[in-house]
């Protein structure tokens, strides 16, 4: 299987910041990385794919980078509707896999 | 806007059989494009993929459950199933449906909880 590792595992910010989780795969996986926003008692929603593609009505504030091993998620100026979990996920391999997960709290 | 709605028990006995019915609110179930998909969420272990079946029938599974698992679809009723055979209170988790299309979970239903205990 491919481990799907994130940094930091919680983080802690304020309302306008800019923060980046970190995800690196323990093998290569191109830009098959997705990222999504799980919030309390909900499912996961997509962010991101192909590592940098925003997904029909993210807002522009989200942003996606990296290949091979090291991904980034940024969120610029944080509103108060982006204190959430946030995973990623690798679909390089035929079981995917999901990082453990990041929570972004209110400072 | 594409709606997964998932069925099925929320308690189960250890040793007995759950079974899980996601339907699907348009026919994207036969699209050539998309792969239906459980996954469940604990926290002992985190999101994880359980596995999916495609509009003909073909499945993947997780090999850490594949012993365990059937995973099946029925297109004229617009759903896809899952069997998990042997539960054990480390099957305990959140169960979510959900639509993968190329390289992503796009849609998911709302998820079930789901519980083994005697």
């Known amino acids: 299987d491919i481990q799907m590792t994130q940094s930091p595992s919680s983080l802690s910010a304020s309302v306008g910041d800019t923060i980046t989780i970190t995800c690196r795969a323990s093998?290569?996986?191109?830009?098959?990385l997705s990222w999504y926003q799980q919030k309390p008692g909900k499912a996961p929603q997509l962010l991101i794919y192909g590592a940098s593609t925003l997904h029909s009505g993210v807002p522009p504030r989200f942003s996606g980078s990296g290949s091979g091993t090291d991904f980034t998620l940024t969120i610029y100026s944080l509103q108060p509707e982006d204190f959430a979990t946030y995973f990623c996920?690798?679909?390089?391999?035929?079981?995917?896999?999901f990082g453990q997960g990041t929570v972004l709290d209110i400072k | 806007q594409l709606q997964l709605q998932g069925s099925g028990p929320r308690l189960v006995k250890p040793s007995e059989t759950l079974s899980l019915t996601c339907t699907v609110s348009?026919?994207?179930?036969?699209?050539?494009?998309?792969?239906w998909t459980w996954i469940r969420q604990s926290p002992g272990k985190g999101l994880e993929c359980i596995g999916s079946v495609y509009f003909t029938g073909t499945t993947h599974i997780n090999p850490s459950l594949n012993s365990r698992v059937t995973i099946s679809i029925a297109t004229s009723r617009r759903q896809f199933s899952l069997e998990l055979r042997s539960m054990t209170s480390a099957d305990t988790a959140i169960y979510f449906c959900?639509?993968?299309?190329?390289?992503?979970?796009?849609?998911w239903g709302q998820g079930t909880l789901v519980s083994v205990s005697s």
């Open positions: 959900a639509r993968r299309s190329g390289w992503a979970f796009d849609s």
């Open positions: 996920q690798q679909s390089y391999s035929s079981l995917e896999t």
């Open positions: 348009d026919a994207s179930i036969r699209n050539t494009a998309y792969y």
């Open positions: 093998h290569s996986i191109s830009i098959n």
